[in-house]
């Protein structure tokens, strides 16, 4: 309860909800998630809409209705919203009846809105809410005016500016079709009045739904109905298929990228980056083409990222470089130097001043500062300590088909080159291991361990076995 908020307003104690509409499948996505959980920017749109009236000064609870694939919702969202569910999608008006009981408090007021709607902002959403409160309204309407008002539910006012109705282009007359004000579907309404008109919504002769838009017709006689315009109509754009989609992630990265400039932020071809609303990057980052960046990543200052890179939930320290690859859920410290073709992930924390080079991955591990792993090695399961150097096609052997095992490994230890170290195992500080060792059991602090077969050389077998005659003048 924002207590302060509504002392301003004069309305003490008052329950604001948010009641959001996403029990639709979205058929028009031709998509197996349902629409409200298609990505926008790697992030699902109803993420950005449960997280709007998280931030929102006013909206003290959120309730989903949510119907088609209602397991997604339940998996991602439980303990941030309380479900309503809607087993046949008979219309919104239908929808918002399946979730009235959640509405305890009568005296308070409800912001309805739609789950396909991703950009409406907080700032946006108390605005509306206050203008409501203080205008002492019972309904307000939010709206919007288009030059081309499509298929959207036409708004009907009289002389004074009430609200009458809203008609659905499907049942509107070619007059009302000329109308430019047209429904968001984003609504308050005080609770009570909603509760008690809810329930005389008829089903609609044409489609069979019940119209959520038919409560302004019921209510408009007896009682307040304002209309709230949006003028950026980004805000209210809903999502009805992938063209959209795509529309309103072009525009959001924009302003993503344009916001990351003017901050300082250097980017190449800013058209081919993708930054996630929730990363954080700081000012004198370079971050060249084709380069995505993904989650509550944050990349920190004079880093070089791209091209070619993809960072997911990833925290990228001061002046480390990352060029063509890809780095999941991990950590990279200061100066370190990653790529080109590096694959860094599970929970992997990269130390200072560490070279990870041309197709090296690793796995759920710690290397510690200073290391190297330049080129062609796979580090699983382990943890390596400072001053490591991994030689090129190394490999820590964590998998026998069945368990993954660890290995671990102290400072200052030379790997040679082409290695198998068969985890479970542990290497002491100060060791060397011998090029082309496959290595069993632990190794002891300051030794040097080759586990390998001694070489042998037959002299002359080349022309015995070919036939051939040695020419002794080296021609
Ligand atoms: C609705 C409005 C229209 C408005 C437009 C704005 C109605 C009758 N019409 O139309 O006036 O201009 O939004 O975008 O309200 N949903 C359910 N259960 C249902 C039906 C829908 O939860 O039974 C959810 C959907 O998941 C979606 C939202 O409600 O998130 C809106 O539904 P949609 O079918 O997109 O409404 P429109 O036809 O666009
Ligand atoms: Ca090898």
């Given amino acids: 309860m924002h207590y302060n908020n509504y002392i301003k307003l004069g309305v003490v104690n008052l329950k604001t909800y948010a009641l959001v509409l996403a029990a639709g499948k979205g058929t028009r996505m031709k998509s197996n998630?349902?629409?409200?959980?298609?990505?926008?920017?790697?992030k699902p749109i109803i993420e950005y809409v449960v997280e709007r009236f998280e931030k929102s000064k006013y909206v003290d609870e959120t309730i989903l209705i949510v119907g088609y694939k209602k397991e997604y919702f339940y998996e991602h969202l439980s303990n941030r919203v309380i479900?309503?569910?809607?087993?046949?999608?008979?219309?919104?008006g239908h929808a918002v009846k399946c979730a009235i009981h959640h509405l305890e408090d009568k005296e308070g007021q409800t912001f309805i809105v739609p789950g396909d709607v991703p950009l409406l902002t907080p700032e946006l959403t108390d605005e509306?809410?206050?203008?409501?409160?203080?205008?002492?309204?019972?309904?307000?309407?939010?709206?919007?005016?288009?030059?081309?008002?499509?298929?959207?539910?036409?708004?009907?006012?009289?002389?004074?500016?009430?609200?009458?109705?809203?008609?659905?282009?499907?049942n509107a007359t070619k007059k009302e079709r000329l109308v430019k004000e047209v429904n968001t579907s984003i609504y308050v309404v005080k609770n009570g009045l909603l509760l008690e008109h809810i329930n005389k919504i008829q089903h609609n002769e044409l489609t069979e739904e019940y119209y959520l838009t038919d409560i302004v017709e019921l209510?408009?006689?007896?009682?307040?109905?304002?209309?709230?315009?949006?003028?950026?109509?980004?805000?209210?754009?809903?999502?009805?298929?992938?063209?959209?989609?795509?529309?309103?992630?072009?525009?959001?990265?924009?302003?993503?990228?344009?916001?990351?400039?003017?901050?300082?932020?250097?980017?190449e071809s800013?058209?081919?980056?993708?930054?996630?609303?929730?990363?954080?990057i700081e000012p004198g980052v370079t971050i060249k083409q084709n380069t995505i960046i993904n989650g509550k990543s944050?990349?920190?200052?004079?880093?070089?990222?791209?091209?070619?890179?993809?960072?997911?939930n990833s925290k990228i320290d001061e002046e480390v470089i990352v060029e063509d690859s890809v780095i999941a859920n991990s950590t990279i410290g200061e100066k370190s130097y990653v790529g080109p073709f590096a694959h860094i992930r599970d929970l992997?924390?990269?130390?200072?001043?560490?070279?990870?080079?041309?197709?090296?991955?690793?796995?759920?591990?710690?290397?510690?500062?200073?290391?190297?792993?330049?080129?062609?090695?796979?580090?699983?399961?382990?943890?390596?300590?400072?001053?490591?150097?991994?030689?090129?096609?190394?490999?820590?052997?964590?998998?026998?088909?069945?368990?993954?095992?660890?290995?671990?490994?102290?400072?200052?230890?030379?790997?040679?080159?082409?290695?198998?170290?068969?985890?479970?195992?542990?290497?002491?500080?100060?060791?060397?291991?011998?090029?082309?060792?496959?290595?069993?059991?632990?190794?002891?602090?300051?030794?040097?361990?080759?586990?390998?077969?001694?070489?042998?050389?037959?002299?002359?077998?080349?022309?015995?076995?070919?036939?051939?005659?040695?020419?002794?003048?080296?021609k």
């Fill in 33 to 42: 998630i349902p629409k409200c959980a298609f990505p926008i920017l790697d």
């Fill in 348 to 474: 992997s924390v990269i130390g200072k001043n560490v070279r990870v080079g041309n197709f090296t991955e690793v796995k759920n591990s710690t290397i510690g500062d200073d290391s190297f792993a330049s080129h062609h090695a796979y580090i699983g399961d382990t943890k390596a300590g400072k001053r490591v150097n991994f030689g090129c096609g190394s490999v820590t052997v964590n998998f026998d088909g069945k368990e993954k095992y660890q290995t671990v490994i102290g400072n200052d230890v030379f790997i040679g080159c082409n290695v198998n170290l068969i985890a479970p195992i542990k290497i002491d500080d100060d060791v060397i291991i011998a090029a082309g060792s496959t290595i069993t059991e632990d190794v002891k602090k300051g030794s040097l361990a080759i586990a390998r077969n001694r070489q042998e050389v037959k002299e002359d077998f080349y022309y015995k076995h070919f036939n051939k005659i040695k020419n002794e003048n080296n």
């Fill in 298 to 312: 944050i990349i920190k200052k004079n880093s070089i990222i791209g091209p070619n890179t993809t960072i997911m």
């Fill in 270 to 280: 800013p058209q081919t980056i993708r930054v996630s609303v929730d990363a954080v």
């Fill in 219 to 267: 209510m408009s006689a007896n009682y307040k109905v304002g209309a709230f315009v949006i003028e950026d109509t980004y805000q209210t754009a809903g999502i009805n298929d992938n063209k959209q989609a795509s529309a309103i992630e072009e525009y959001l990265k924009e302003k993503i990228n344009n916001k990351l400039m003017l901050n300082g932020v250097t980017m």
């Fill in 83 to 92: 479900f309503a569910e809607q087993i046949e999608q008979k219309g919104t």
């Fill in 128 to 170: 509306i809410i206050e203008k409501h409160l203080k205008e002492g309204n019972d309904l307000t309407v939010c709206t919007m005016i288009l030059d081309d008002p499509l298929q959207y539910g036409r708004i009907i006012k009289d002389s004074k500016g009430q609200v009458l109705k809203i008609v659905e282009h499907k």
